[in-house]
């Protein structure tokens, strides 16, 4: 049976233990030399038995002191170990309560994280709804611009007055004519005209100027609420980005929702309130042009300004068919995302709520 020498150090360090170890062993070694004869025995005298009590309670007393020295220690060692492992169990209880506290401060930082994103995304919901609205106004001018196109080719291509139906044939508003094509429709009018010999009927002729004042007139009452819907300074309709610019920190870190749409909803709105304004000063100068071709008092009735306007008016229709398509397209697709944030929510809300 091997015996752990480490266990029993300690208790051999311990000064009762030591001096009662050198008190055994030095009585021990003095009752020796007795019993050996190297000290000559006294005679049983008084002496004698007082020498012999001293050996015996000094032997005794030496393993009383080193019985009572391990028992001392082993007490030592023992309320040592208890104290260090209540320490131990403290100090584990210390860094329990702190990883607890470290779990609580993650959890309620990522709370506040998502609270933080969730507040951001409603900002560019928001945001998202007041472009919408703009884009909203935007269609409702760009019909206004296509209700008010479509009663000028109308009133132009009014049925009954030949002047009018060679002048604007309806194949300049067909964009599958090619616009090589579409280039010597004027020049193809003027010479049908000259061979015609409309010019010297006179009741064509007057036809064609009470035309000339309805075209006019009609033009002189659109021109004004054109001119009112433009807005080249783009301070009327504007898209904002406020959102998107000032929160890119917290938008960075978004996990709460996807905001890829979002940011390409900016650029598109971006090129959509551009071309509006491309759109309206086209239109603008297509009325301007069409007021002036008609104006009696200006004798523009010629080749030149006749190919002017009928290529103004093709580019005019071309232009707001495809900014119309443009733009329901562009107001679709908002809606889309407008509807996904909303589905999106509402899921957000129902789990919170379960």
């Not at 206004?144 to 009663?151: D, G, K």
Request: contains cysteine.
């Amino acid at each position: 049976m091997s015996i752990d020498f480490s266990k029993i150090a300690p208790y051999l360090k311990d000064p009762l233990v030591l001096i009662g170890f050198f008190l055994f062993l030095a009585f021990s070694f003095c009752r020796y030399l007795i019993k050996r004869g190297v000290v000559p025995a006294l005679p049983p005298t008084l002496g004698f038995r007082i020498l012999r009590t001293i050996l015996l309670y000094g032997f005794i007393l030496g393993l009383l002191l080193i019985v009572l020295g391990f028992a001392l220690k082993y007490k030592e060692l023992q309320d040592t170990k208890h104290a260090d492992e209540a320490r131990l169990a403290e100090q584990r209880q210390k860094d329990e309560n702190e990883r607890i506290d470290r779990l609580k401060a993650a959890a309620a930082a990522h709370e506040k994280d998502i609270s933080e994103q969730r507040q951001v995304v409603a900002r560019l919901h928001s945001e998202l709804d007041g472009n919408l609205a703009v884009a909203e106004q935007l269609r409702r001018n760009t019909v206004v611009f296509l209700n008010n196109f479509n009663t000028l080719i109308a009133i132009t291509r009014t049925p009954g007055i030949k002047l009018l139906d060679v002048m604007f044939p309806k194949e300049n508003l067909d964009l599958k004519t090619s616009d090589a094509d579409a280039s010597g429709l004027a020049d193809h009018a003027m010479d049908q005209i000259r061979d015609s010999g409309l010019l010297s009927d006179q009741l064509e002729r007057e036809k064609f100027t009470a035309a000339a004042q309805a075209v006019s007139r009609t033009i002189e009452a659109t021109l004004s609420t054109a001119q009112s819907l433009q807005d080249p300074n783009g301070k009327r309709y504007t898209f904002t980005n406020t959102v998107w610019q000032n929160d890119q920190q917290t938008l960075a870190k978004v996990i709460v929702a996807d905001i890829t749409p979002y940011q390409e909803s900016y650029s598109r709105l971006a090129l959509l309130r551009a071309n509006y304004d491309v759109v309206g000063a086209h239109f603008v100068e297509y009325l301007t042009a069409l007021h002036s071709f008609f104006d009696p008092s200006k004798h523009l009735i010629t080749r030149d300004s006749l190919r002017s306007v009928l290529t103004q008016e093709r580019y005019c229709d071309s232009l707001l068919i495809r900014y119309a398509d443009q733009l329901a397209l562009e107001m679709a697709q908002i809606k889309a995302l407008q509807k996904k944030v909303e589905n999106y929510s509402q899921q957000q809300t129902a789990s919170v709520t379960q």
